[in-house]
């Protein structure tokens, strides 16, 4: 078995709604519209490029993805999805999990267990109210 762990950190915006019925996103953006149904927290340390390269490399191979979303209140929520060899991870602004297959630039797990509108609504509510936050990426390979 082999497994690598990387930590995103991010805050909350007012205008974080986490409606989105197929992805999950952080992003680098400093500001949120509400448009942005899918984004949970603003202001990454990350993109999709800077994820540890164990990370990428466990999930490119095939592995498993555990992402736990921990808001500085002790709230948290995990969403559970796969890698693939077809990702790249070049987007350097964003970070998504998706539950369809689509892979781009900033995709860094497909058939995911849940998107932006299944995460507690607790936790949005905080997120809401600008807390910071936490993705913590578990990558798996093997048994």
Do not use: W
Request: glycine share 10%.
């Amino acid at each position: 078995m082999r497994y690598c762990v990387d930590v995103v950190t991010f805050r909350g915006h007012r205008n974080v709604r986490a409606e989105h019925q197929t992805t999950l996103e952080v992003t680098k953006d400093e500001f949120l519209t509400p448009r942005g149904d899918c984004i949970v927290g603003i202001a990454s340390s990350k993109g999709a490029l800077e994820i540890d390269e164990c990370v990428k490399e466990v999930l490119r191979e095939g592995g498993k993805l555990l992402a736990i979303l921990v808001v500085e209140n002790g709230l948290f929520d995990y969403v559970v999805a796969e890698g693939s060899n077809s990702m790249t991870f070049s987007n350097d602004q964003k970070i998504i999990i998706r539950r369809s297959t689509y892979v781009d630039g900033s995709t860094i797990g497909i058939r995911a267990s849940k998107a932006a509108k299944d995460i507690r609504r607790d936790l949005i509510e905080s997120l809401k109210q600008g807390l910071k936050g936490h993705l913590i990426l578990i990558a798996i390979r093997g048994t």
